[in-house]
């Protein structure tokens, strides 16, 4: 049983950690594209380190290593070489230094050493526009590369998150069962039924139904929205549940901060109704701060003894 298997199995709520990129930007970090997140990095790794130590003394069981962008694709869109290095290896050093990052921060502010970090594998392309997505040959080749690098970087486990149409989850999770780790499958819809794609959310369940994740979840949506897609899911699997949503809408282009519409409290009481109808593993997505995990982190309460 991988670790994250063995979280679940104590009955509990797991939390999740909150959002990477938009705290990146509200402590000062540039996160213009195309590397985002993956900018701080190369120009602030202790700011890094210190939102993950956050997101531990305020509650997380699994915190997310800052490899969103870390992809060679990225590297190779900024023709950003790392010490002269190809793009293959700057993507493997700094997927690498993310894991560690985040290692680091597990070793100085969890006495017990028990928070899990968890490798994060995104769309190649943007989340958003599913009309760039490559064809499937390249999506398993590249999905494939970054996910070697992060099991070879020592990830207690991998979430793929902001998937938001079948060819690339039915890539994602062709290449994730290669490997011997616990995975959560997060994916993005436009509605309750319908991926962000437009796509049937039911043919992707009868896709990830095929496979092993650990959890099936939703990101980066409204949390008002949350509810009525995991309903729908919860028809579709018996896979566990996940969800961590969003605040606002992000302007990365302009490089405006997130006008934030959800506060703290407000967020907690989506979470408890969540955590109501059966979800598992709760967390935060763009513009949740470690201020919202804090809230939602008085939720993981024991079920067995």
Known sequence: MGKLRELLDTGRTIILDSAMGTELQSRGCDISLPLWSARALIERPDVVRHIH?????????????NTFRTQKRTFEK??????????????RHFTTDAVELAKD????????????VAGCIAPLEDSYKPELTPDTDVLCTE??????????????????????????????LNQLHKFDLD?????????????FSGEPISEALSIINKFSPAVVSVNCIHPSLVEHVIEHIKVLT??????????????????????????????????KKWKSIGVRLIGGCCGTTPLYV????????????
């Open 53 to 65: 130590i956050d997101n531990i003394d305020t509650g997380a069981d699994v915190i997310t290593a």
């Open 78 to 91: 900024a023709g950003y070489h790392y010490s002269e290095k190809g793009f293959d290896e700057t993507a």
């Open 105 to 116: 921060a597990v070793m100085i502010a969890s006495e017990e050493g028990e928070v899990l």
């Open 143 to 172: 999905h494939n590369e970054h996910i070697q690098n992060l099991v070879n970087a020592g990830c207690d486990m991998l979430i793929a998150e902001t998937l938001t149409n079948i060819r690339e989850i039915s890539a994602v």
């Open 183 to 195: 995975y959560v499958i997060s994916i993005t819809p436009r509605n309750e039924k319908e991926l």
């Open 238 to 271: 018996d896979i566990p549940a996940g969800a961590y949503a969003n605040i606002g809408d992000p302007n990365f282009k302009d490089g405006d901060p997130m006008r934030k519409t959800v506060s703290p409290d407000e967020y907690l009481n989506y979470a």
């Open 294 to 305: 804090r809230k939602y982190s008085s939720l993981k309460a024991n079920k067995k003894k």
